[in-house]
């Protein structure tokens, strides 16, 4: 039976091939340290669980909730901006609450995207920052570029050689994958850019608290006028240790604020309403829990780039974000990133994500999640040293196990 047209558009989900050979390795009984998935294992603190309790114990919550937020936790958000940005924004026309970051990506990406038109991507990027608009229709640009003298250059090409002219381009910093963190000075030069050339800033700012350097990662929309063309995204699974609560907003322009709002009132009636009031209570907290969910990425950092270096893999350590993104040792470039994937699931029974799940231009790197405690960090580098001896000695005996089937 033919593929439905939507779902030929999709390219191969590649972290699927990795996740079954991870499955088989656990059913053999490996004990496989997963570094792939960016899925916290630190718990929610217990100031917001409680809230849940307290508030899911009244059966009037358990109701239908509102799509776009219940008014307090969007004014929990808009007061967050404010403080942590000094950006104001009005709760009732420049915040959504979504489900998750993800999920307002996705639909932004239908409210706003006719067939054909044109997306300028980051390429390495979150995939879907790309696939959101690829399944409503549109065709995406990708710019191999990093946050620095070079990306108004290759957005410049990307406009002069696009047809039609495009209509958004995407901005992910600190980056999932590369962990790059933008300068608000780097962001100043996209918004002139932006407004120029009549396009739509949506900006993924999923990491803005989780930063190692001491600078906290500025918003775009702290450049003035920004809010004329950009919507951000934020999501409290990284920065509260929410990822299963599925809790995130899109804050800015009004009339595309507006858009997606109508969208998701077609799709969703919101996260359940305890759900919202616990996630409103901890965007009224004073911060702990963020500093010290912080810290605790920022030990696992220095774990990992000491222990993996001394193991003979060199990793920069990223200045934000929960990932370091590793290139591939020089031995194994030849492979691509899946098939070392692959290999440190044999030989290591380490887990990580291959970057050409990210982008083409990803291939010749892996994403290294900081989602295990140092014990196990470590006990991944002392695998990871072991296989990379013995691949040094016999490397024509260290191949995928897909080559011999």
Same mark, same amino acid.
């Given at each position: 039976m033919e593929e439905f047209h939507k779902v030929r558009r999709l390219p191969p989900y590649v972290f699927e091939q990795v996740n079954r050979l991870k499955a088989s390795a656990r059913s053999r009984g490996a004990d496989i340290i997963d570094l792939g998935m960016g899925n916290p294992d630190l718990p929610t603190p217990k100031a917001i669980v409680d809230k849940l309790c307290e508030v899911v114990r009244d059966p009037r919550t358990h109701r239908y909730s509102s799509s776009r937020g219940i008014p307090g936790l969007r004014r929990a958000q808009a007061a967050y901006y404010q403080r942590r940005f000094g950006v104001k924004l009005n709760p009732d026309t420049q915040v959504v609450a979504t489900l998750g970051s993800k999920e307002g990506f996705a639909n932004m990406a239908q409210a706003i995207t006719a067939p054909g038109d044109v997306i300028l991507c980051p390429n390495p990027t979150y995939p879907i920052h790309a696939f959101g608009f690829i399944m409503s229709g549109g065709v995406i640009r990708s710019l191999q570029v990093e946050p620095d003298d070079g990306f108004i250059p290759a957005l410049e090409r990307g406009v002069r050689h696009s047809i039609p002219k495009p209509l958004a381009?995407?901005?992910?910093?600190? !980056?999932?994958?590369?962990?790059?963190?933008?300068?608000?000075?780097?962001?100043?030069?996209?918004?002139?850019?932006?407004?120029?050339?009549?396009?739509?800033?949506?900006?993924?700012?999923?990491?803005?608290?989780?930063?190692?350097?001491?600078?906290?990662?500025?918003?775009?929309?702290?450049?003035?006028?920004?809010?004329?063309?950009?919507?951000?995204?934020?999501?409290? !699974?990284?920065?509260?240790?929410?990822?299963?609560?599925?809790?995130?907003?899109?804050?800015?322009?009004?009339?595309?604020? !507006?858009?997606?709002?109508?969208?998701?009132?077609?799709?969703?009636? *919101?996260?359940?309403?305890?759900?919202?009031?616990?996630?409103? %209570?901890?965007?009224?907290?004073? *911060?702990?829990?963020?500093?010290?969910?912080?810290?605790?990425?920022? #030990?696992?950092?220095?774990?990992?780039?000491?222990?993996?270096?001394?193991?003979?893999?060199?990793?920069?350590?990223?200045?934000?974000?929960?990932?370091?993104?590793?290139?591939?040792?020089?031995?194994? #470039? %030849?492979?691509?990133?899946?098939?070392?994937? #692959?290999?440190?699931?044999?030989?290591?029974?380490?887990?990580?994500?291959? *970057?050409? *799940?990210?982008?083409? %231009?990803?291939?010749?790197?892996?994403?290294?999640?900081?989602?295990?405690?140092?014990?196990?960090?470590?006990?991944?580098?002392?695998?990871?040293?072991?296989?990379?001896?013995?691949?040094?000695?016999?490397?024509?005996?260290?191949?995928?196990?897909?080559? %011999?089937?």
């Open positions: 381009l995407i901005l992910n910093y600190p !980056s999932n994958p590369t962990a790059l963190v933008a300068s608000l000075d780097f962001y100043k030069d996209v918004v002139a850019f932006a407004k120029k050339n009549d396009l739509i800033i949506l900006s993924d700012l999923a990491y803005s608290e989780i930063y190692f350097d001491g600078n906290p990662p500025p918003s775009v929309l702290q450049v003035p006028g920004a809010i004329d063309v950009c919507v951000e995204f934020t999501s409290m !699974s990284k920065t509260f240790s929410m990822p299963g609560w599925r809790m995130g907003f899109a804050v800015g322009n009004e009339r595309l604020i !507006s858009a997606l709002t109508r969208v998701k009132s077609y799709l969703d009636y *919101g996260a359940f309403t305890p759900i919202q009031v616990a996630a409103a %209570h901890a965007l009224n907290g004073d *911060g702990a829990d963020i500093a010290e969910v912080r810290e605790v990425y920022l #030990k696992r950092r220095d774990v990992m780039v000491d222990a993996f270096s001394r193991a003979g893999w060199t990793i920069p350590a990223p200045a934000a974000s929960m990932f370091a993104w590793a290139p591939i040792p020089e031995p194994f #470039k %030849h492979l691509g990133s899946l098939e070392f994937s #692959k290999l440190l699931i044999e030989h290591a029974d380490v887990a990580v994500a291959p *970057g050409i *799940g990210f982008g083409e %231009h990803g291939d010749d790197h892996v994403r290294i999640a900081l989602v295990e405690n140092e014990h196990r960090i470590r006990q991944a580098a002392r695998n990871i040293k072991r296989f990379l001896a013995s691949s040094a000695k016999q490397p024509n005996n260290v191949v995928p196990l897909a080559a %011999h089937r």
